[in-house]
């Protein structure tokens, strides 16, 4: 998303994930949970596989940055993304 603004990133991110509305009857299943400053949560449906590999693009007015973030499963809690190190 060459040259994207934040409002290019949210719509796409719409276009990703389901609306916050359609959350599980039972516990949450975060899809992600947005910075401290925002606020946004959006789940996912329980039943949903969650991506293998998380791709965040910092947009802002610098160079594109993109860090990749890879799932790893925790025993007895699911899962939860770690920062790849390239």
């Keep these: 998303m060459t040259g994207a603004t934040e409002e290019d990133w949210a719509d796409w991110v719409a276009t990703q994930a389901p609306p916050a509305t359609d959350a599980p009857d039972g516990p949450d299943t975060y899809w992600f949970v947005g910075g401290p400053l925002d ?6 449906p329980a039943g949903q596989e969650p991506p293998a590999v998380v791709r965040h693009v910092h947009l802002h007015g610098g160079p594109k940055i993109v860090h990749h973030y890879d799932l790893h499963e925790v025993a007895g809690h699911g899962g939860e993304y770690r920062f790849r190190e390239d």
């Excluded at 606020?39 to 996912?44: E, L, N, S």
């Design 39 to 44: 606020g946004r949560v959006r789940t996912r």
